[in-house]
């Protein structure tokens, strides 16, 4: 029989030259002199099984003092036995191990039980890191444990692929496109959240089954034939794609195929991006470069018609007074459309070219409303427009741009008022904002329009007086201001438009102004 000996204490004087203490150097090198071949047997498999192990094998005593290391150990690590026998291993110590996982450890190697982690971050002698998956277990003699050993497992390649799976996973999870991969026999295979949730079907419903599912009736052959082309390089195209509640989305597709190391096609990737919204301003913005272009020919047609009867009239020395007088009213409303609609182009160009800039000062926004509605009544009717009391408020913005947003909102109120009852404008005045509401009761807008009324081009009704710009370039003001600007209306029963911008001056009761910091 082997005979094992208590736990060995290695001082530096008595450490042996090969590194190893004496009795283990014995054991494990020595031809151990007994009689039974067996046991000699047994020792030289026990020897070799240290020695020739792929795997990275440390033995300590039962204080961590190392007592031996095997050469796939001093491999992995740097470190030769002869460096480090007798030593605690803290050399390699990352610093990266949560302390509690060594505690776990330590817990079970002293109540003689196993322990297998892939929590240690091990360093190198030459600094880098390393990630094991360890097992550590007692060797006991009877009830006593009499060395700890751990076998090591370098797992660092493992991780880092670990690791880019999980990155690409979350990607794809994250991605606010569309992304299907599809087998080589053109299946879903597996489709991430964006995708569930443009298409409006569950994962359940979509693998499995052909992408044509997305797939208008009648388009099916040209999607296989767009994966039949895509077998070496990847396409894009756009396509309408039909959702599960049968709404048609255009989409731009990109199909590309995906080979694994040993070049064999697995199958394909299909990414899907909405541009159903982008293609819906370009057609507007297309409808509306033609409507610009008729705009802009009616009131020149209507202002040389004006002029010729003009001229007719002096050149006749007719004075017709009340002839004079329509006409010229006629040419200054052409005039007034016109104005608009160029300030209104240079807007949104301004807008488009990232150029919309705010001037700002303080101002008492008091004086800018009476202003305004002052000259509103005087194009309009000095009935269009009442006021509530309004109290004196400074607020830091700019002075021109708010002074737009106040008269688009109240020429809206006025154009859309069939009855003669007035505009109503009030303004409230909150701690850290102040609001502007200007309430008519006119025709009102639908509950379906609500939503996109302040989009760019939105109309109503098309070919009114304007463009679908006025209202969006209001948001965009406001938004600038970092303040809001909403609606509440109903059909025929009048809209109240609001918008607030923050306060950063206090406005204190002797009317001094102190400015608050800028956010
Ligand atoms: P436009 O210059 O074409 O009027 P706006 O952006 O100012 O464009 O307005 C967008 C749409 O909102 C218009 O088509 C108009 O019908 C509707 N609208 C705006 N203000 C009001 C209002 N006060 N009452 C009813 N409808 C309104």
Redesign the pocket.
Known sequence: MMKFYGPLKISPQNRPKSGLPNRLQKLLFTPYRIELKQTEDELYKFRHFFLDSPWPILVTDTLSNVVYANPAWEKLTGYKLTQISGEKPTFLNSGKTPPEVFKKIYDHLTHGKNYSTEEVINRRKDGTEFQIHATYFPIKKGNRNFYFVQSFHDITERKKHEETREKYTQLIKYSNDAIFSISTDYKIESVNPAARKLYGYTTKELVGKSPNILMPPGKEKVLLQAFQNSTKKYINFEMEKITKDKRIINISTTISPIYGSNKKLFGYSLIHRDITEMKKIDQMKKTFLSSVAHEIKTPITTLKLMLQIQKRLLLAEKIDLPKINTSLKTIDHEFNRLTQLINDLLDLTRLENGRFTLTEEFFDLKELVNETVTKIRLIYDAKSVITAKINSIYIFADRIRIEQVISNLLI??IK?SHSKEPVELTIEIHPHRVVIAIR?K????DRKHLAS?FDQF????QN?????????ICKTIIKLHRGKIWVRSKADHG?T?FFSLPLKIQNTKSGDKKILKNN
């Open positions: 809206n109120a859309h008519d006119g025709s009102g807008i009324i939105y109309q109503v009704r009114s007086d304007g463009f679908g710009l006025g209202l969006y809209s438009f």
